[in-house]
């Protein structure tokens, strides 16, 4: 069984469709890359996938071992980024997902929330309060959260965003690391150059499906064209 599967799947709000006809599938061990113009649907897919926007038709199954298993580094709104906390509480939060309404966290989460921030080279500012990091660090800081969530699956909506492009290269560095070790991905990107790169997947939204299925089999010239509607 795959993760996720879309089948003929329309997403809309009240009555309007944003994409229509969505139909793909992630499997375990996946690296699925999302592109699209801006206002193309990319972020209620994944709005969508995590359950939070009911389909206007079609069917999303996700795999049942899933549930709470699932990171999630939404896109950056200004506002997320006043949290009044310490980073390493932050980051812990990010084990509550796992515990239902008993908010209170174990060693394990402590171990766990530990773990995490090492790996993103956070550790020594744990004690730093969150709001005043910047953008790299901050975005480190969102991704150790996600991953205290993730048993199984990271999704990452546009996690580069507000980088330079040194900190937006050790990002993708990382999440790429993340997928060598057995992490399944799926990343909206408007880099298209290293969703091509790092990805085993690309899904191209328009106002339909414009491509899904493997990294090598996508003709991104001839999708582009469709894109801007030059053929059809
Ligand atoms: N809560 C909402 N209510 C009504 N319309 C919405 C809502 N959220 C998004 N939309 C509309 O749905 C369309 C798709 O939005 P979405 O955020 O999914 O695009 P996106 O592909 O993620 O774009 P971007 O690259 O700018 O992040 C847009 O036209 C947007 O205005
Ligand atoms: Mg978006």
């Known amino acids: 069984m795959s ?3 879309f089948e003929k799947v329309t997403l809309g709000y009240e009555g309007q469709p944003v994409v229509k006809d969505l139909t793909f599938e992630v499997n375990k061990g996946d690296y699925l890359c999302v592109l699209g113009q801006n206002g193309s649907g990319k972020s209620t897919m994944m709005k969508a996938l995590l359950g939070f926007l009911a389909p206007m038709s079609g069917r999303i199954t996700r795999d049942p071992k899933l549930k709470n298993a699932i990171g999630y580094l939404p896109q950056q709104e200004p506002a997320q980024s006043d949290f009044p906390a310490s980073v390493y ?3 812990l939060s990010g084990c509550q997902n796992r ?3 008993f908010p209170f966290y174990n060693k394990a989460d402590r171990a766990l ?3 995490k921030m090492a790996l993103l080279g956070i550790a020594d500012i744990a004690g730093r309060s969150f709001k005043d990091l910047s953008g790299g660090q901050k975005q480190r800081a969102l991704l150790a959260r996600a991953l205290c969530a993730a048993g199984d699956l990271l999704l990452l909506d546009e996690p580069a965003a507000a ?3 040194v ?4 990002l993708y560095v990382l999440v790429r690391a993340l997928h060598k ?3 399944t991905v799926i990343m909206i990107s408007h880099d298209p150059e290293r969703a091509i790169r790092d990805a085993t997947h690309i899904l191209h939204l328009g106002q339909e499906m414009l491509y899904f299925g ?4 996508y003709d991104r010239p001839a999708i582009l064209k469709r894109e801007r509607g030059e053929i059809t």
């Open 3 to 5: 993760l996720i599967s």
């Open 89 to 91: 509480e932050v980051v």
């Open 99 to 101: 515990k239902g309404f």
């Open 113 to 115: 929330c530990e773990e």
């Open 163 to 165: 980088l330079d492009p």
């Open 167 to 170: 900190a937006a290269e050790e």
């Open 181 to 183: 070790k057995g992490m």
């Open 214 to 217: 493997p990294t090598a089999d």
